[in-house]
């Protein structure tokens, strides 16, 4: 099991740039898939963007395709949310995840979840 906290959040403007890490601890990092998903305020959790093991593959959210980009660094046993040109409906919690395996827009399959991070965009 990997334990995983995020940081980089906070207040960015539209149109500006944000960086999200998530630093995971534990064994057998590189067999994990990871995801980014987001909760805004009265929403459900929704997908944002996933990653496989090694970085080979990556599935995005319409809502962020072209603006987000997912990676990792298994060295650092991190992986990363590049947010571009952010809007204000992007802003909410944002939280990273650990499937064992699996790296779909499934949030039930993930196995491990950071605390979250939150994001504000302002106009």
């Known amino acids: 099991q990997v334990q995983l906290v995020e940081s980089g959040g906070g207040l960015v403007q539209t149109g500006g740039s944000l960086r999200l890490s998530c630093a995971a601890s534990?064994?057998?990092?590189?067999?994990?898939?990871m995801g980014w998903f987001r909760r805004a305020h009265g929403k459900e959790r929704e997908f944002v963007a996933s990653i496989d093991w090694n970085g080979g593959d990556t599935y995005y959210a319409d809502s962020v395709k072209g603006r987000f980009t997912i990676s990792r660094d298994n060295t650092k046993n991190t992986v990363y949310l590049q947010m571009n040109n952010p809007q204000p409906e992007d802003t909410a919690i944002y939280y990273c995840?650990?499937?064992?395996?699996?790296?779909?827009?499934?949030?039930?399959?993930?196995?491990?979840w950071g605390q979250g991070t939150q994001v504000t965009v302002s106009s």
């Open positions: 534990g064994r057998a990092f590189n067999r994990y898939g």
């Open positions: 995840a650990a499937g064992l395996m699996y790296y779909g827009r499934n949030p039930n399959t993930y196995n491990a």
